[in-house]
């Protein structure tokens, strides 16, 4: 059993950052790979990145509508997983969730084990 708890989303003007992150508590959290989706009023649910660690390094991917602004990143020891946002659009608001997966680096919403209870990112323009 993975509980993952997501903190840092708020109120920023477009073009702000924000930092995003998600703890995780259970085992073998290295194991997992770690998604962040996003859910905006009315929208489904949808992919923005994932990392899966790799022994030695990390494997990422990100959805093109966040490529160059958003960064993830993890850190095993603290079993956290963290979401740089920069250079934040209006269109980025919506309720974040962190999630973790048994799979390689995964995209979308069935491939995720365990969910968040999401964190609230607003971007005023």
Not at 13 to 26: E, I, V
Not at 51 to 66: F, H, K, P
């Amino acid at each position: 059993q993975v509980q993952l708890v997501e903190s840092g989303g708020g109120l920023v003007q477009a073009g702000g950052s924000l930092r995003l992150s998600c703890a995780a508590s259970g085992r073998i959290f290295s194991r997992y790979a770690m998604g962040w989706f996003r859910q905006a009023p009315g929208k489904e649910r949808e992919f923005v990145v994932a990392i899966r660690w790799n022994g030695s390094s990390s494997t990422t991917r990100y959805a093109d509508a966040v490529k160059g602004r958003f960064t993830i990143s993890r850190d095993n020891a603290k079993n956290t997983v963290y979401l740089q946002m920069n250079s934040l659009k209006p269109e980025d608001t919506a309720v974040y969730y962190c999630a973790a997966s048994r799979g390689i680096v995964p995209t979308t919403t069935p491939e995720y084990d365990y969910w968040g209870q999401g964190t609230q990112v607003t971007v005023s323009s």
